[in-house]
């Protein structure tokens, strides 16, 4: 078992910038990618950013040049620089993690942009 727990949500005007964190704990030697996803009211789930135990990133195209997904592996930590904030970003965010085969999700933090 795994365990995600994030912080760092809130509400901002756009324009703004926010930082999420998620901390992983349990069974986290099974542990390569994690990632954030978000899902917005009204939409389905959107996959925003992920990062491997390596370094390699992957991010949606709306997102590209205003997010910074990072990792400290020895905190066993990923975190989510969010700048330039948009209102079309508002949504609650999820930690996420593939281990053991199994995906994991902590319980969502909200952001809100105000335009």
């Known amino acids: 078992q795994v365990q995600l727990v994030e912080s760092g949500g809130g509400l901002v005007q756009a324009g703004g910038s926010l930082r999420l964190s998620c901390a992983a704990s349990?069974?986290?030697?099974?542990?390569?990618?994690m990632g954030w996803y978000r899902r917005a009211p009204g939409k389905q789930r959107e996959l925003v950013a992920t990062?491997?135990?390596?370094?390699?990133?992957y991010y949606v195209n709306s997102v590209k040049g205003r997010f910074t997904i990072s990792r400290d592996n020895a905190k066993n930590t990923v975190y989510l620089q969010m700048n330039s904030l948009k209102p079309e970003d508002t949504a609650v965010y999820y930690c996420?993690?593939?281990?053991?085969?199994?995906?994991?999700w902590g319980q969502g933090t909200q952001v809100t942009v105000s335009s």
């Open positions: 996420w993690t593939l281990a053991n085969h199994t995906n994991y």
């Open positions: 349990g069974s986290i030697f099974g542990i390569n990618v």
């Open positions: 990062i491997t135990s390596g370094g390699s990133t």
